[in-house]
């Protein structure tokens, strides 16, 4: 990201560089903050084109639906305090920092009583739906002035489920089965989700390569393999958003590795999540721990 920063403020100055060289220090870069916009450039860098998208939105649907519906959920159970701030930290560091140390939080804060009530899951799914039609729409949107707002409405529904209030503790058994069969159905809903926007990507990605080459109806694995590599180092803006979504899968194949008992289900998740993306695999991980809950509970 430092890489594409320079290279903005390169750009910039480049044009009428006479004119900007008596500016120095902090009024240089006022100026240069000034006249670019730098959030809307870097998503329009990364949202031109199949193989762009196909590294960029995975961050946005691991964001949007996986993380934002952990930090609510776990959040709440185990009263880890703040946690919009860590939300508010991944979009000015990177989302694999936010996601590494919210993971190590939840090492730290031991499972309470409280449950995140029906309101509160109904405003998840209504935020991760929210989130991954923003998604959807980001492509068509590129090149028009409706993707800056569209920008916004996917961050802010990122947001607004971490800002609802926590609630009265319940340590009803009935209450936490309700819960848990709720948000292990939320999962299992945003995994659906996702696995269908990913594959839908990877099909334009692949169709795009074999409409570039006439007279071949599908291109070879390696030529696929050969673009999907070429896009992760094509750009400053690009490479930083991939080699997020790489650090992000690594950082959460290590933690259901560690977190989970080393069952064939657990070892497959784990070994299908560089294939399917984290943002598929760990719902289904999350919602496999909200089955084993119930199982926990018994009856009154």
Known sequence: MFKYFYESYDAWYSIDSAAKAPLTGLNVLAHWLHDTYLFEDAWRIVSIGPFPWLWSHQICMFTATVLTTLMAVEG?????????????????????????????????????????????????L????????????APQLVDTEYFLPNLVIMHGLLILPLLKKSPVENSTKQSQTESSALLGLVYLLTAGGNAVLYMSQWTAAIQSLSAETPGVALCSFRAVVSRWLWTFFNTAAQGSISSDVVCITLATMVWVWIDSPRTRWTVLL???????????TLPVYLAMKELQDICKIKPQ
């Open 126 to 137: 209504f935020c991760c739906f929210g989130g991954l039609a923003t998604i959807l729409m």
């Open 270 to 280: 784990v070994v299908l999540t560089p294939i399917v993306s984290c943002s598929v």
């Open 76 to 124: 709440t159970r185990r009263r880890i305090p703040h946690t919009w701030a860590f939300m508010l930290l991944g979009q000015l560091v990177a989302i694999s920092v936010t996601t590494s140390l919210f993971l190590a939080a939840m090492s730290v804060f031991p499972v309470t009583h409280v449950s995140p009530t029906r309101s509160m899951t109904c405003l998840l």
